[in-house]
C-alpha cells in the first residue's frame, strides 16, 4: 500500500488511527497494540500477500535469537555465537532474494527460478540486525515481544524506513501517553503529511517522465538534453525521497510517536561528509555505528598500542589504514545495499573516493588554509558538492555502466550540444521542462525544509537549524495546508512508487 494512494489516505489511516485510540480507552495499551501490528501486517499484504509469512517468520526467528542471547548473559562466546548465527541468517535471506539473480547471472547459471523481491526486506532485516547486535551488547531495556513486534513492523517506516533503533522507539510505545489520543499531534502530522504528499505527488512524479525519457536513449541526447535527464533525476530522487520522509514522519506523530530525521536538505550541503550527514541519515548512522565504527576503532587501537601517531599527524599509511580502508568498505556495502548491479556498487566506491578526498583534505591540508568565509564560497562549496552528488546519481540511475558513461560523456558535449530531445514529444516540452527544473531546484537549495518549517512542534526526535517560516495551529496556516493538501490529493492520479522501494 503507498501513502500516496486513496484507499490510504481515505481509508487505512483513518480507520488506523480511530481503532488505535478507541482500543486504547476500551482495553487499554495492550489492546492499542495488537491493533497496530495487525493493522501493520495487513498494510504489507496490500502490496503482495505471499511474503506476509516471510516478515513473520523473520520477526520470530530474530525475536527468539535476542532472547537467547539475552539469557546466555553469562557465556559471551555463546551469545556471539548466537549473534552470527542470526546476522548469517539473516543476510543470507537477504542475499537469497536481492542479489541471487544478479549473482546467477555473472556466473552464467540458468534454469533456476528467480526469487521476486519482498518489499521493504533490507529495511526490517537491517533493523532486526541492529537489535540483535545491541542486546548482544546488552543495551536492550525493553525485551517484551508485544512491543518488539510494534517496533519492526510499524508501518509508517516498515517498507522504507527510517532505520530505527529500539532505544529510541521502545520506550515511546512502552509510555501510556502514546496511546492517548493528542489533537496538537494529530494536527502537526497531518500538516507534515500534507508537505510530504506534495513533494512526491506533485513533484517528484512529474519530474519522472523526463527522467525517465532521457535515460531510456542513451547514446541519443545532446548537451543540454542529458543535463535535464541527469538534474531532473536528481530532483525526482530529492522531492520523492523528501516526501516519504515527511509522511513518514507525519503519520507517526499522529500516533504520538516520533521519528527521528531522515532527511534535512542534502543538496544544500557544502561537502560530500555534509551530504551523507543529510541523506538518508539513519542508514548512516546504522553504517556508521555498526560498521564503521567497530573497523576504525580495532584499527585504531592497534595503532595506539604501537605508537603510531593519530589525528592530524597521521602518515599517508595511517591515513589510508584508518579512513581509507573503513570508509571504502562502508560505501561499497552501501552502494551494494540499494540493489545487486555493477551500477551501485560503483556508485559507493565513488562516494567513498569522494569522502576519503573530503577526509584527506581536512587531515592534510596547511592549517593556515581554512574554509574561507563568504556567500560566495559557501554556493561555490555547494556547488562543487552537488556536481559530485549529480554523478554519483547517473551511475546510480543509469541501466549498466556503458549507459552511465555515455550519459556523462553526453553531458561534457561530446555528442553535440542541441536543444533536441530524444523524441519528438521530448522536444516539445523542453522548454517547459526547464522551467520546472529551475523552479524545483530553487525551491531544494532556497527553501527552508519541512523540519524548518515545523521547529516550534518538535517534529521529530532530532532537531534541524535554520530559520524562516515558521508553522502555527492558526488559520491562516490551516487554509494554507488545507490548499497544499488538496493538491497533494488531486495529484495522486499519476502517483507511483517510491523510489526506495525498489531498495
Not at 546466555?72 to 542475499?95: E, F, H, K, N, S
Not at 531495556?141 to 522504507?160: D, R, S
Not at 553535440?416 to 531546484?441: K, Q
Amino acid at each position: 500500500m503507498l501513502f500516496n494512494s486513496y484507499v490510504f489516505v481515505a481509508c487505512f489511516l483513518p480507520v488506523a488511527l480511530c481503532g488505535f485510540f478507541a482500543l486504547s480507552r476500551l482495553g487499554g495499551r495492550v489492546g492499542s497494540a495488537f491493533w497496530l501490528v495487525g493493522a501493520s501486517f495487513v498494510f504489507y499484504g496490500w502490496w503482495n500477500p505471499a511474503f506476509v509469512p516471510l516478515l513473520a517468520i523473520s520477526i520470530a526467528f530474530n525475536y527468539a535469537l535476542a532472547r537467547m542471547i539475552g539469557a546466555a548473559v553469562r557465556v559471551p562466546r555463546v551469545q556471539t555465537t548466537l549473534l552470527c548465527i542470526g546476522i548469517a541468517a539473516d543476510i543470507g535471506a537477504l542475499i537469497y532474494f536481492k542479489y541471487l539473480a544478479a549473482l546467477l547471472g555473472f556466473f552464467s547459471i540458468h534454469g533456476l527460478a528467480n526469487p521476486v523481491l519482498p518489499l521493504g526486506i533490507s529495511f526490517f532485516t537491517f533493523t532486526q540486525i541492529g537489535f540483535l547486535i545491541d542486546t548482544r551488547l546488552e543495551s536492550v531495556a525493553e525485551k517484551g515481544l508485544l512491543n518488539y513486534l510494534v517496533f519492526v513492523t510499524f508501518f509508517p517506516h516498515l517498507i522504507a524506513g527510517p532505520l530505527l533503533h529500539h532505544r529510541e522507539m521502545m520506550p515511546q510505545f512502552a509510555n501510556p501517553a502514546t496511546y492517548r489520543l493528542s489533537g496538537e499531534n494529530v494536527a502537526v502530522g497531518l500538516a507534515i503529511f500534507s508537505i510530504g504528499l506534495v513533494k512526491k505527488a506533485l513533484f517528484a512524479d512529474r519530474l519522472s517522465g523526463i527522467a525517465i525519457g532521457g535515460f531510456a536513449h542513451p547514446g541519443q541526447l545532446a548537451l543540454f538534453p542529458a543535463w535535464e535527464a541527469a538534474l531532473a533525476y536528481s530532483l525526482q530522487l530529492y522531492f520523492d525521497f523528501s516526501g516519504y520522509s515527511d509522511m513518514a514522519i507525519g503519520i507517526a506523530r499522529m500516533f504520538n510517536v516520533r521519528f527521528p530525521v531522515n532527511f534535512n536538505s542534502p543538496y544544500k550541503a557544502q561537502s560530500v561528509i555534509e551530504y551523507w550527514q543529510r541523506w538518508h541519515m539513519t542508514l548512516t548512522r546504522y553504517l556508521t555505528l555498526y560498521l564503521y565504527n567497530p573497523i576504525a576503532l580495532r584499527i585504531a587501537r592497534r595503532r595506539m598500542a604501537r605508537g603510531l601517531p593519530m589525528g592530524r599527524k597521521l602518515s599517508l599509511g595511517g591515513f589510508a589504514s584508518t579512513v581509507l580502508f573503513p570508509t571504502s568498505i562502508t560505501m561499497t556495502i552501501a552502494g551494494a545495499w540499494h540493489g545487486s548491479g555493477l551500477t551501485f556498487l560503483v556508485f559507493g566506491a565513488l562516494h567513498a573516493v569522494y569522502l576519503c578526498v573530503n577526509h584527506a583534505w581536512r587531515v592534510f591540508r596547511p592549517t593556515r588554509w581554512k574554509p574561507v568565509p563568504g556567500r560566495f564560497a559557501v554556493c561555490r562549496r555547494v556547488f562543487v558538492t552537488y556536481l559530485c552528488v549529480l554523478v554519483g546519481a547517473v551511475v546510480f540511475r543509469s541501466d549498466s555502466l556503458s549507459a552511465a558513461w555515455t550519459m556523462l560523456t553526453e553531458m561534457v558535449g561530446l555528442h553535440g550540444f542541441a536543444f533536441r530531445g530524444p523524441t519528438p514529444e521530448r522536444t516539445l516540452t523542453i522548454g517547459r521542462d526547464w522551467a520546472m527544473i529551475v523552479v524545483l531546484g530553487a525551491i531544494a537549495l532556497g527553501a527552508p525544509n519541512t523540519q524548518q518549517i515545523m521547529r516550534d512542534y518538535a517534529p521529530a526526535l532530532s532537531k534541524v537549524s535554520g530559520g524562516g517560516l515558521a508553522w502555527r495551529p492558526s488559520l491562516g496556516w490551516a487554509m494554507v495546508l488545507g490548499c497544499v493538501g488538496a493538491l497533494g490529493v488531486l495529484a495522486i492520479g499519476g502517483s507511483g512508487e517510491f523510489l526506495y522501494f525498489q531498495f
